[in-house]
Structure formats: C-alpha cells, structure tokens
Nanobody, 132 residues
Framework: EVQVVESGGGLVQAGGSLRLSCAAS????????IGWFRQAPGKGREGVSC????????IYAPSVTGRFTISRDDAKKTVYLQMSSLNTDDSAVYYC?????????????????????????WGQGTPVTVSL
C-alpha cells in the first residue's frame, strides 16, 4: 500500500525555522514525486513545493521561494521540507502527497493553486503554528 506520513510540525516563533518530514512506504521511492501542500483555516489547499524523485527536479511556490527547501534521503525514503524565516502566514496544516513521477505532477501549471489535483496519496497532515 502506498503511504506517506508527515511529522515535524509544531509551534515556532516568527523568524524561526522548522523541518517537516514525509516518510514514504509501499512504493519504489525514485519512481514517484512528492508534493508538499498546506491548508490554513478557511482557505484552499496551496501547493508549496514538489520534488520529482526520478529526475531530482524541484519547484517552489512564489510565497516560499528562498525560504523553504525541499530535500530527500533515499536511504530513509523520506522527503524533507526545511522552512526558514517563518511568518504568521505560514501557519497551516502541512500535507505531503505522492504520485508516480511518470504523470509529471510537479509540472502542473500554477502548481500553488492546482497542484493538489495531481496527487492521489495523501498523509494525515501535521500542523504548523507561527506565533509573533
């Protein structure tokens, strides 16, 4: 069974950093793409970043470019989202999702808005709260 599980969320002060983890199981790691998304109360699910584990390509939403970094650990079958210079607008539940890389989910136009439509396997989410 294809599964992804997020961890690492929590409470952090504005300007601080946090690293989220997405542990994958049930599939060959480098055949997939992993996306990170977030959803704040009353808002839609926003695409934050995506990594194609087959060709190592990455993308970022404009709102996080320069502050967030997506990375991978193949031995642990885990994808990370390193978040820095956090602000209150980053508060949300963060989700990771998996989709076969052959379907090019990271290349969806306007990924921040429509990227969630490309992914079928989702984790349960991990909350991030940024306080002033």
């Amino acid at each position: 069974e294809v599964q992804v599980v997020e961890s690492g969320g929590g409470l952090v002060q504005a300007g601080g950093s946090l690293r989220l983890s997405c542990a994958a199981s049930g599939f060959r790691f480098d055949d997939y793409a992993i996306g990170w998304f977030r959803q704040a109360p009353g808002k839609g699910r926003e695409g934050v970043s995506c990594i194609n584990l087959r060709d190592y390509s990455t993308i970022y939403a404009p709102s996080v470019t320069g502050r967030f970094t997506i990375s991978r650990d193949d031995a642990k079958k885990t994808v990370y989202l390193q978040m820095s210079s956090l602000n209150t607008d980053d508060s949300a539940v963060y989700y990771c999702a998996a989709q076969p890389a052959a379907r090019s989910p990271c290349r969806r136009a306007a990924f921040a808005v429509y990227g969630y439509e490309e992914f079928e396997t989702w984790g349960q989410g991990t909350p991030v709260t940024v306080s002033l």
